[in-house]
């Protein structure tokens, strides 16, 4: 395992005002620190998800680690092959080459605080899935962009039971 040593010389502060916000309820997802600010040791953003709603359908990340804090409510999480329950105040840290997901249980809100180490330029992965949810790009385009992003899209029969029944 490589040691990262971050390249950045001032604090990183983002206030909650300032923060860009891509889409609405029921998916609301904050930009907070992407990559680049933080000298590459991480980007994080938080995801509030409404009623039971599907956050991130399964995927990998094969040179980030991903860090899920649960800020309020309940949240659905694939780790690998195993589907965790996680509640307000709990941590699920996700480690590289793993397959995990996220979405709101079933009935539940979930705030959920996410980062990812190293970082990752993200932020303009997010307004691609903005550009998807409005219709402006195909679904298929994030495929063209999975390793620009380390993002690789997968299928998870554990995480269908687990949303599905």
């Known amino acids: 395992m490589s040691l990262i040593t971050p390249d950045f010389e001032e604090s990183v502060i983002v206030r909650a005002a300032e923060a860009e916000v891509i889409g609405a309820a029921p998916v609301t997802i904050r930009l907070l620190a992407d990559s680049s600010a933080t000298g590459g040791a991480l980007s994080t953003h938080r995801v509030t998800l409404a009623a039971g709603a599907n956050g991130a359908n399964p ?70 899935l903005e550009r998807i949810a409005f219709g402006k790009v195909p679904p298929e385009s994030l495929l063209d962009v999975q390793e620009l992003y380390d993002t690789y899209f997968l299928t998870s029969p554990a995480w269908e039971q687990a949303r599905h029944h």
């Open 59 to 128: 995927h990998r990340h094969d040179k980030s680690a991903e860090l899920f804090y649960m800020v309020d409510g309940t949240a659905q999480l694939l780790s690998g092959d195993q589907v965790v329950t996680a509640e307000r105040g709990d941590l699920v840290v996700v480690p590289p080459g793993a397959h995990h997901a996220f979405a709101a249980a079933p009935g539940e809100d979930a705030d959920i605080l996410i980062v990812i180490t190293p970082g990752v330029e993200r932020f303009e992965y997010f307004r691609h």
